[in-house]
């Protein structure tokens, strides 16, 4: 699993130790992901389903794409299509993957590079493997996040963030035994690359057998952890939680997350997506690629879309 790593942790700055009056959130729920398919055939594990809406927001989904070895011919992707009302936070963590929209956005992305793509009030756009990925095969693995925008900000206009994997800010625990990547959002004092219009954080971390990590997590977000791969415990209480599966947290001022001394040969280490963001509490109206406030907005998302009122497909 690249993504982005360093030779010696203890190199990097370290997250502050809980203090004598911080709060350990509990753990609330853990939920395992239902597989399926997206697209025009790629793997997903869809990664909060089964948690309440309200435990989620202001998040809307969150896919786990692969981890998936391809054959030669056999990479694939979606084709073009809508959004509006919402955020769609594309990180790949191994493989390539090209995104093209119809405001002008895109480019590829590889191991540790994030595409955020902001729909606000419409954009068409794919995302598809390079021909080259295609023809000779190869891993892919990666995550998509979908971030509901308030009402105030649905119909902003589109924007498009290129986030590289040099620009990530890296911490580690107090013991070096975790890299913790900071893509959106502050951690302890320290940003990531990655602008919200909803005020959130997210984090890629990776333990090593048997290290823990306490993470500060704001007390006014939410906080969510899904395993990418490996075997660990979250909680203070140290709940077992194991590849696909997803832990909700209730309120506090760190999350806990441990890995398990003896790991799978081939996932030797506990790889976690963390997210978390303050809760927007607006009504929710969804309908496919459309995140609205109302249903009669998104009717009149769709109605749009025919009309061809979210842009031309680029030419080629």
Avoid at 66 to 73: L, N
Avoid at 110 to 121: I, K, L, P, R, S
Avoid at 257 to 264: L, M, P, V
Wanted: net charge negative; no cysteine.
């Amino acid at each position: 699993m690249p993504a982005v790593t360093v030779d010696d942790t203890t190199t990097l700055p370290r997250v502050t130790v809980p203090g004598l009056g911080d709060q350990a959130r509990p753990v609330w729920q853990v939920t395992t992901a239902p597989s399926g398919y997206e697209g025009e055939g790629f793997p997903v594990r869809r990664a909060f389903a089964g948690i309440d809406m309200a435990l989620l927001d202001p998040f809307i989904m969150m896919d786990q794409m692969g981890e998936v070895d391809y054959a030669p011919g056999e990479p694939k992707g979606t084709p073009w299509h809508p959004h509006r009302g919402f955020e769609t936070v594309t990180y790949i963590i191994d493989g390539v993957f090209d995104h093209q929209d119809s405001h002008g956005g895109g480019g590829s992305i590889t191991n540790g590079d994030t595409q955020w793509m902001t729909a606000g009030a419409g954009i068409l756009h794919i995302e598809t493997p390079p021909e080259w990925l295609v023809q000779q095969g190869g891993l892919f693995h990666g995550i998509q996040l979908w971030v509901n925008l308030p009402r105030e900000d649905k119909l902003t206009a589109p924007a498009y963030q290129d986030l590289r994997s040099g620009e990530v800010q890296l911490l580690t625990s107090p013991d070096a035994g975790s890299l913790v990547r900071v893509i959106a959002g502050e951690v302890d004092g320290h940003q990531g690359p990655g602008s919200t219009h909803t005020p959130m954080t997210l984090v890629h971390a990776t333990l090593e057998p048997g290290a823990r990590l306490d993470l500060p997590w704001d007390n006014e977000f939410n906080a969510l952890v899904y395993v990418l791969s490996g075997d660990g415990t979250v909680g203070i209480d140290a709940q077992p939680i194991r590849m696909g599966q997803a832990a909700v947290f209730g309120s506090g001022d760190y999350l806990t997350i441990a890995g398990s001394a003896k790991q799978q040969s081939n996932t030797p280490k506990l790889d976690v997506i963390v997210v978390g963001g303050k809760p927007i509490r607006e009504p929710l109206a969804w309908g496919g690629p459309f995140v609205m406030n109302t249903k009669a907005e998104v009717m009149e998302a769709y109605e749009d879309f025919q009309k061809g009122r979210f842009g031309h497909l680029p030419a080629h």
